[in-house]
């Protein structure tokens, strides 16, 4: 599917010379003299590579259409996340690099919608907002000011967030999962 050069947006999937890039970073620029372009930085998932490239506004690129299609988390080995289809009991599995940090905010059953291109999984997008167990944290400290006095905590799936100061150790929160920051406690 083509699309304008100025509705590049981050995350995106392009076909661009032929290889599948996932865009990193984009910046829309209007200099004094000239036309409008996009900054682009993308990153080719099949080389492993980065690449600027800069768009005029006219332009069009090719956007990687996907096939997205939800799934349950079951379990994981070394290499891979396993996942099964709820519809039809098929299971797949994901190379625990595709999937990187989210990884460990999987839980048993967690339902995720997996992209694909060309029948191979490409990316997994999680719910917003997920359920985790505070392991470790640092005791407040009395009088402290409390705004904006956040604290270091460690997660029962051994990810590092911040904290507001009256959540103990064994708390259950809520943390928002495409920025990993705390939303509230349970």
Known sequence: MKINAGE?????????????????KTQHVKPGKGGAFAQVEMKSLNKNTKLNERFRSSETVEKAS???TTYNYLYSDEINYFFMDPKTFEQIDIKKEIIGEKGKLLTENLEVSVSFYNKSPMSIELPNQVMCKIEITDVAIKGQTVSSSYKPATLDNGLNIQVPPFIESGDEIIIDTRNLEYVKKI
């Open 66 to 68: 996907l096939e997205e």
């Open 8 to 24: 590049i947006r981050v995350g995106m999937l392009l076909e661009y010379k032929n290889d599948l890039w996932q865009v990193l």
